[in-house]
Each structure stands twice: as C-alpha cells, then as structure tokens.
C-alpha cells in the first residue's frame, strides 16, 4: 500500500482538529465543575465539593458566549470537512475515512464514535485527556460513557437511547471495528479501533500484520496477458460468469481434495474481476468457534480493501450434515459481494436456517487424473528431466501416487534438492522417495508401517502364483492407461483401486509377496491387524474400518488386512444379530476396498472361510500353498546369505526333507542355528540347523520324534 496523500492527511488533521475543539469544550466544563488538572492525585478521590457539584451537576456547562465559541470552532472544522470532500470527489481521489463510513454503513454518530476510539493510536495525548475526562488515570480508552458525553445531546436520559451503537450485532461491533479494551460491560466498557483499519486509513495495510499469519493479502497482477490468460478460469463447467457473480453476489463453495486447485481457480478469479485476494487458511482440527472469531475481521477487510474473500479450509464451518453453520452464514454474508470457500467437502444451508435462499453455487474440483499428474510433474521438474527419467517413468510415478497438486509441487522440489545437495543429475528413485515422504502419513498411528526390501529372488512359490503376483504388480502400474487413457475407468462401477486375497497357511509368504510387491511398486507398505479392528459391539468394526481407510486416502499405500480369519465366516443361517452383522461386516470391508483407490490386500489362513459371493469382489485370489520337498529346498537354498560360513557338509536335501515346515519355519530354524553356530564356532554346522529344527517345533508344540535329529 502507498502512503497516504497530502490530501488524506489534511482531511485526517482537520476532523482530529474537531475532535480536539469538542475535547477541549469537554475539558472546560470540568475544570469549571471545579476539576484541577494540575492534581497528580485526581481521580484517586473525591473531595466534598467534588461530590456535592457532582450531585447537583453544577459546572457542566460553560458561560455563554463560551459555548457559543466552541459551537462556532466546531462548525467552522465541519465545513472544511465538507470541503475537502468536495475537493477529493472532484479529483476522483477516494478519502479513506469517508468511504468506512460509507462501506460499514455507518451514520454520523456511529462514524465520530470510531473516531474518537481511533485518536489514541494517532496521538498518545490523547490516552491523558480521556484519562483526565473519565477521572481515572488508569482509563486511557474512551467508555462508552464517555463517547455519550462527547457525541450524544445533553440530556442524561435521551444519550441512553445510544447505547445500542455499542452492541454486539451493530455496524461497528458486527465488523470489528472497534474492538473491547476491557471486560467491563455497559457504561464502564472501554474500546479502541482495530489496528488493521487503523492501518488502512494510514495507507500501512498488510494482510499478516492485520488478521494473523492465517491471512495473506494477493494484489492483482499489472500485466494484462495474467488477466487475459485468467478468464479461462470461468470455462470450468460449474464456475458462473463475471456476470453473474456481480449480479447475483454467491457463496460460491469450491470443493474437492486438492487445495492447491482450488486456490489457483481463486486466484484466477481475482485476476479476472480485477480485485486483490484476500486469503484466510483455517488449519485442520481447529475449533470453529476459533474459526469465527477470525472470519469477522476477515470479512471486515474483505469490505474495506474491496477483496475477493477466499476461505480455505472451509470444512471447518460446515455441520455434520453438509449444512453451513448458522454464524458463519451471517458473518460471510455481511461481505456484501461473492464470497469463495475452498473445502474437502460440498456444503449446503439448512432448510431451517435465517436466510436459507441465499444464492449459493457448488463448485467440484475432482482429484487430478494420472495423466494431469503426470502434466504436473514434467511441468516442475523441466530442465531437471534427463536421459535417466523418461515419460513412462512419469506415467508410472502419476499412477502409484495419487497426489494432490500441492504435494506433486512439495514433492518434486524436494527430489531436486535432494540430487542437488548431492551433486548429481536427478534419478527416478528420487522422485518415488520423495512422492513417498510427501503421501499422507496419519496411517501410521492405526497400522505397522514396513519397510520393503525383499525381491522376487526371495519368494519361492509355485510357477502359477508367481505369474499372478506380477499380473497384480502390471494391473496397479497400467491402472491409469487402462482406466483414464482407454477410458474403462468411465465403464466401471467399482473403484480404481486393486483388491487381492491371499490365503495360505502361516508362513508360506503372504507377508512377504506383499512386501515384495511394495518395493516393487515403490510404495509405501502397511499392516493392520484386523484381530484389533474387529469390535463385539455393533457397528464399531465398521467405524474402526471407516477410519482407517479415510488416512489411507492419503496415504498412496499399499493396505495389507493381516489376520482376516476373524471377520471371515462362512455366511449360514442367521440366527441373532450379531450372525447378521458379521456379514455386514465382512460387505462393508470388501466395499471399502473396491472403492480405495490404491492397493488392499487380504490375508487369510482358510481360504474356505470365505463366502462365494464375497469372492466375486476381488480382482485376485491367490492361494500361498504349503510347500512340499522340492520347494522346501528351495526355501532352504534362498534363505541361506552367501556370506554365512557354512560347513561344506551342511545337508539342505536332508532338512527339507525331514522337516516338513513352511518359509516362516524355516527361517526362524537359520536365525537360530547362526547365532548358535556365532557362540560356539563360528560355521553354522549340521547339528546347529538340527538345534533349530527341535526349538521350532517345540515352540510349534508338535510332537518331536527323537530321530529326526540323528545324522
């Protein structure tokens, strides 16, 4: 903001000039009441003179002709007030503090009022002369009484009937322009102008300064082609004309899961009305009342800067039924112009609510298609794209990653600066890194997250099984050319997201396929344990369901449900509620997994609990069989680290083919027999892997036969 003008300050001086003649006219009643300005100790007593002149009210007016001399001081500065305004209408200059009166609709008393509540923050004389007036030193901020005394008639009963000027729901209350400087009531209250409108008649106006570090204040661009290029905001489907928003003056709500959309299309919107932007940002989790308490100043602002007023985060004052809570309905209507709020979900006003036929306009904002992400992220990386990262590996990043604009933004600057600090040129593991770090990471407080590091070398399954895994891991990397590009994501019914079954015995490696297929993926990896989901009491499981897949919405991950086999029956007779209610359970799972948009995996135990008609929802079912002799052997070759020292007589054929144990087994057996073989010899020797086998099966608590651990 400029400073202001030569003219804005003279017409500023010349109302402080009115001001000061009626102060002083004030100042001689009461030192002819018999008041001594000179006493330090005034208002700290009162003598018997002071309370009879109190009493009978004698000294509150001044002789005659001295009155008459402060009427015509008084006259004399409120036609040069008028005067100057004359001057600033025919230069076309706008006077500050005309026009708040003119904004706020504010009368003269109203206007004066603010004024005298103002002079403070000009002059800290005049926090003594009000001092003095109020016969209290410590009071350096007109009351309310005292406002009356200065701008009201004379008459002690009559200035009550102004007491309403300084209520809650009038002008300068309602638009926070004067703010309570105590916590006195009636009479007694205190108030001072806001500091932000202070500033803005001073020609000092910054947004953070006024409202908080919630608020910033976006100035239109001088460049004509940003204003040109802007318009395109209104060939959205939903957003309404230039026309129509001066004319009809909405709330026009923009909603949908990436902010960063939505602030764009706001900031286009100021650009295209040519108006700054005034953005307030409500934080996630915070109360509304804190919320409300922010928005009237905001709104205030909004009037006096003539901004477009952009709430972000506006979820925060919408109901558990979609409904736009009642005082933010009133405070964003006070704004008098359109009004834009950016929010996760769509809002409505309540049927019963004050009002409920005001103009109000839903905007959607869907989440950005793979290739618009993958537009995005070629977009801000640009010169740092070289021979290693190509359009494929973009397209597969876009489809692993379901980020919102402003992460792909945070994302891909921290991947740059990451190969930068490292001097070297930028890599694909960089970009799924830091796509990775910038996914939404509240899941980790309701499931285990795992770090992948397996490969498909370190899964032995049959040739069959093998072949699904990688159809699975091809599905989720082609979803969006196969769903978006082809179009079939139109065609289907369910979600994009991929949902698996694996059952199988403990230990045949379900947990680790999906480990595998994270790191193959480059995804993030998550274990729930639905033994500590499932609830006994109705309806619980699928709240505790609900709000874990909520997190993982943005999170990019893959869900792996471990333990199914206690939401899992096979569906029979109902007999009570809760036998209908397990099924409903079991829906509401596989329901929210067709409809996640990223990678859910079941693990069971019995494939046989499972209900044929729940089956038909998955994409794939597959069985993690216990493995026999020749896959044991494998198991056994695989998991033996070349850098192990062994025996060379260690028998690999004889373990697999004496014990009959799965992958899960047939590690611990290792672990066990190398930390033994570490404490008393350093090979991990025949006897080693035979000390192993007998503490598995112990803890297993199967039956030992004492010759299987003979040579």
């Given amino acids: 903001m400029t400073q202001t003008s030569d003219l804005q300050r003279h017409y500023l001086h010349t109302v402080l000039s009115w001001l000061d003649t009626r102060l002083e006219q004030e100042v001689r009643r009461w030192q002819a009441a018999g008041e001594n300005p000179a006493d330090r100790f005034r208002g700290l007593y009162i003598t018997n003179d002071q309370a009879l002149a109190l009493a009978a009210r004698r000294g509150s007016e001044l002789p005659t002709a001295e009155e008459a001399e402060f009427a015509r001081l008084r006259q004399d500065a409120l036609e040069q007030i008028q005067n100057l305004e004359s001057q600033a209408q025919a230069e076309g200059l706008e006077l500050r503090l005309k026009s708040l009166q003119q904004t706020f609709g504010l009368d003269d008393f109203a206007w004066w009022a603010f004024i005298v509540c103002m002079a403070p923050a000009l002059d800290l004389r005049y926090e003594r002369i009000y001092g003095y007036l109020q016969d209290d030193v410590t009071r350096s901020l007109p009351s309310v009484d005292l406002l009356l005394h200065l701008l009201a008639p004379p008459d002690r009963l009559a200035r009550l009937d102004y007491l309403h000027y300084f209520e809650r729901h009038a002008s300068l209350q309602q638009y926070r322009l004067l703010q309570p400087a105590d916590q006195h009531s009636g009479l007694r209250q205190s108030f001072r102008a806001a500091p932000g409108v ?58 949908g899961d990436d902010p960063m959309q939505q602030e764009l299309a706001a900031r286009q919107l100021a650009i295209a009305l040519d108006a700054p932007l005034l953005k307030v940002k409500f934080l996630p989790g915070e109360e509304a009342a804190s919320a409300l308490e922010k928005l009237a100043p905001a709104v205030r602002d909004a009037r006096m800067l003539e901004a477009l007023l952009y709430v972000q985060g506006a979820e925060i004052l919408i109901n558990n039924d979609g409904a736009l809570l009642p005082d933010a309905f009133e405070t964003l209507r006070l704004v008098g112009e359109s009004v834009l709020l950016g929010s996760r979900i769509p809002c409505k006003l309540a049927g019963d609510m004050p009002g409920n036929d005001y103009p109000l306009m839903l905007v959607p904002f869907e989440t950005l298609s793979a290739a618009e992400r993958a537009d995005l992220w070629a977009t801000m990386l640009d010169d740092a794209i070289n021979e290693s990262i190509t359009e494929a590996d973009l397209r597969v990043l876009a489809g692993q990653f379901a980020l919102s604009s402003g992460q792909i933004i945070a994302a891909a600057s921290s991947a740059m600066s990451q190969a930068l600090q490292q001097s070297r040129p930028l890599q694909s593991a960089d970009l799924f890194a830091a796509a990775r770090f910038h996914s939404g990471h509240h899941l980790a407080e309701l499931a285990h997250k795992i770090e992948p590091r397996y490969s498909w070398d370190d899964l032995v399954l049959p040739e069959t099984q093998m072949e699904m895994l990688r159809e699975l891991v091809n599905m989720v990397q082609v979803r969006p050319l196969v769903l978006d590009e082809w179009g079939l994501g139109r065609k289907l019914t369910a979600g994009a997201g991929v949902s698996a079954l694996f059952s199988g015995p403990p230990g045949t490696g379900k947990t680790l396929a999906a480990q595998i297929m994270a790191h193959q993926l480059g995804i993030d990896l998550y274990r729930i344990d639905l033994s500590t989901v499932v609830s006994k009491y109705i309806g619980e499981t699928e709240k505790n369901l609900e709000h874990i897949f909520s997190e993982a919405s943005q999170s990019n991950a893959i869900l792996f449900f471990d333990e199914a086999d206690t939401i899992f029956g096979k569906r029979s007779e109902v007999k009570d509620a809760h036998d209908r209610y397990a099924n409903i359970e079991v829906g509401y799972l596989l329901q929210r997994m067709e409809s996640y948009s990223g990678v859910s995996i079941l693990a069971t135990n019995l494939r046989a609990n499972l209900d044929d008609a729940f089956t038909r929802r998955l994409q794939f079912i597959i069985n993690f069989p216990f493995p026999d002799e020749q896959y044991r052997l494998k198991i056994w070759q695989v998991l033996m680290p070349p850098n192990m020292p062994r025996a060379e007589d260690l028998d690999l054929h004889l373990m697999a083919n004496r014990f009959k144990l799965a992958g899960g087994s047939i590690r611990n057996i290792l672990v066990s027999a190398a930390f033994l073989a570490a404490s008393n010899g350093g090979k991990v020797e025949m006897p080693h892997l035979l000390h192993g086998a007998r503490r598995e099966l112990q803890k297993m608590g199967k039956l030992l036969t004492e010759s299987d651990f003979f040579l």
């Fill in 198 to 255: 202070v500033d803005w008649l001073l020609g000092a106006y910054a947004a953070p300064a006024a409202l908080g570090d919630w608020a910033e204040l976006i100035l239109p661009p001088e460049d004509e082609s940003e204003q040109e290029a802007a318009a395109a905001i209104f060939e959205r489907d939903a957003m309404p004309s230039p026309r129509i928003l001066d004319a009809v003056k909405p709330i026009l709500c923009l909603h």
